[in-house]
């Protein structure tokens, strides 16, 4: 059975200040979806595919591709490797791009601009996120248990584990009832302070730090693609296609999709730590957790060999 692992890195890390996403941050430079593909290739995936700008490919190639065409997947096939890529030659030809508009449209358009190469179970993951091997096998299981149709998946975090002391971060709060989601509430503004307390600074209330949410870590079948599609049409008749910094994100079209009875959302937890770096003053911090799981044996020396 083919499952694809995506990868959204086509973001442009202005937070970070720089590509995040190519960042050698391991101790022998591995970037951070490095460790999410090895995860996701033991767990049981066999492809994998780049949402990437056009002119990240041959730096994406010589990082990871390339070794990865050479590679077998848990069941001894050879790991299947795709490219999918995020710009503005991808929009609907109805559409007319505001001339100011210099930002990428968001995370449900880049997982649509991979509906080309993708045709089978997928799990959606950011590439600037590290998840742990724990998540990986949840979202296989899953994923080979999934209806065609109408049916969906995520893993959740807490959010106390998902926020920063260096700024303000955005997460989906979700609202889960007996292991299914109810809600994603897409919050802005999250500050964490030094006391472990937390606060929407949008909205000026606390927040409460055992809160799950999402972190972009999605099961789809392949029939989310024409869902993708029509949702995405939507979004640019309206309002958001004429502001030049909105963008159309997977855990609001979900939350929209589950208010409407289309999607149905099965939540799995994860036994491993959630960490990713949002801000440079969290590039330290994730390194030296990286060591950590390298030193107690959950991941080899190397992770290219």
């Not at 991979?114 to 949840?138: Q, T, W």
């Not at 299914?180 to 472990?196: M, W």
């Not at 730590?273 to 003053?281: A, D, H, L, V």
């Amino acid at each position: 059975m083919k499952v694809s692992l995506i990868i959204m890195a086509a973001g442009l890390g202005s937070r970070y200040g720089g590509s995040k996403q190519v960042d050698g941050i391991g101790p022998n430079g591995e970037i951070l979806m490095e460790y999410s593909i090895y995860d996701a290739l033991r767990a049981g995936f066999n492809k994998v595919v780049f949402i990437i700008k056009p002119e990240m490919e041959g730096l994406v190639r010589r990082l990871c591709g390339d070794y990865l065409e050479r590679r077998t997947s848990g069941d001894g096939s050879p790991v299947e490797v795709a490219y999918a890529f995020q710009d503005f030659t991808s929009l609907p030809d109805f559409y007319r791009l505001p001339p100011e508009r210099t930002k990428p449209f968001g995370t449900v358009h880049a997982l649509l601009c991979a509906a080309d190469v993708v045709h089978e179970p997928c799990c959606v993951i950011n590439a600037d996120d590290y998840y742990g091997i724990d998540a990986y096998r949840a979202m296989y299981g899953e994923l080979k248990r999934l209806p065609a149709e109408r049916k969906a998946a995520m893993v959740g975090y807490l959010l106390k584990n998902t926020a920063s002391l260096h700024g303000t971060v955005s997460r989906g709060i979700c609202t889960v009832e007996d292991g299914q989601l109810r809600s994603v509430r897409e919050t802005k503004k999250i500050q964490l302070y030094p006391d472990g307390t937390l606060r929407d600074l949008t909205a000026d209330c606390p927040l409460d730090p055992q809160s799950p949410v999402s972190m972009n870590y999605w099961g789809f079948m392949p029939s989310i693609f024409p869902v993708l599609e029509r949702y995405f049409a939507a979004f640019l008749h309206g309002e958001g296609g004429q502001d030049p910094k909105s963008e159309c994100l997977l855990p609001i079209m979900v939350d929209d999709l589950l208010r409407t009875n289309e999607l149905e959302v099965s939540v799995l937890r994860s036994a491993d730590k959630w960490f990713g770096m949002t801000y440079r003053e969290d590039r330290e911090t994730v390194a030296e957790e990286l060591r950590k799981l390298h030193r107690a044996g959950a991941y080899p020396e190397n992770l290219r060999k």
